[in-house]
């Protein structure tokens, strides 16, 4: 669920990674973005991921990303055969919010990530100077989407639960000093109980709610299988507000 718009009707904007950040984009309408003439395709090796970019660098850098979060899932002994698209872009679908970075579209199974150049102008990310390590980042979340679409046991799962998990590949597969100055900014976040990890906390907040994500995760007495809870849809549920 973005900050900045209403809640209304689950309609295409599901969610938003943060004012900086990274969305996931509801089965419906997704207006494709221009896509550059020179662009080439890239298998990332090791995944069912096809990076298309006009940069070869960018799909490099993002196929760590992508093989990143494939590694994360088959440690969870979830994996999936279905090919799945990353699209290089100058810009997003024009549904997903300006200050988005990257988004992921169940309908086609398709993902979109900025260019770096574009990535770039943005200066900073996750509160941390842009860099190529942390466009990586990117591309291990926005896949880390894709798989969990791929590979849930539950449909849709809730907003909450698909942020959480793409929150913590993401941060799991970050190097470490990033993710220590990432956690380091946000030394209060944290989640005490499954019951506050919530659409509305993440709404408000989606970078301290992926820092508390992980954080929870972390002190899990069995971090895999409650992620695998979650892909199942055994927790962190839809909720309802009256
Ligand atoms: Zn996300």
Do not use: K
């Not at 896949?143 to 907003?159: I, Q």
Request: net charge negative.
């Amino acid at each position: 669920m973005l900050p900045f718009h209403p809640r209304p009707m689950r309609v295409a904007l599901q969610a938003s990674f943060a004012a900086t950040l990274l969305a996931a984009i509801d089965s419906t309408g997704v207006a494709e973005p221009p896509r550059d003439a020179s662009t080439a395709s890239l298998a990332c090796a090791a995944t069912t991921v096809i990076v298309r970019s006009a940069e070869a660098g960018d799909a490099e850098d993002l196929c760590r990303g992508a093989a990143a979060a494939t590694v994360f899932f088959r440690a969870l002994g979830r994996s999936t055969d279905t090919p799945l698209a990353l699209d290089v872009v100058e810009q997003l679908p024009l549904d997903v919010d300006r200050r988005a970075v990257g988004c992921f579209s169940r309908r086609n199974l398709r993902a979109y990530v900025l260019t770096y150049a574009a990535f770039g102008s943005r200066q900073t990310w996750l509160g941390l100077p842009v860099s190529r390590e942390l466009y990586t980042s990117v591309g291990a979340h926005e896949v880390a989407h894709a798989l969990t679409a791929c590979t849930a046991a539950a449909h849709p799962l809730s907003v909450q639960a698909t942020e959480y998990i793409a929150s913590v590949v993401m941060f799991g597969t970050m190097h470490t000093p990033s993710r220590d100055a990432v956690l380091a900014l946000y030394p209060e976040a944290d989640f005490a109980s499954d019951w506050d990890i919530t659409d509305v906390a993440y709404g408000l907040d989606p970078v301290r709610f992926g820092v508390g994500a992980y954080r929870h995760f972390l002190r899990e007495p069995d971090p895999a299988s409650f992620l695998r809870s979650v892909l199942d849809g055994g927790v962190l549920g839809e909720r309802f507000h009256y």
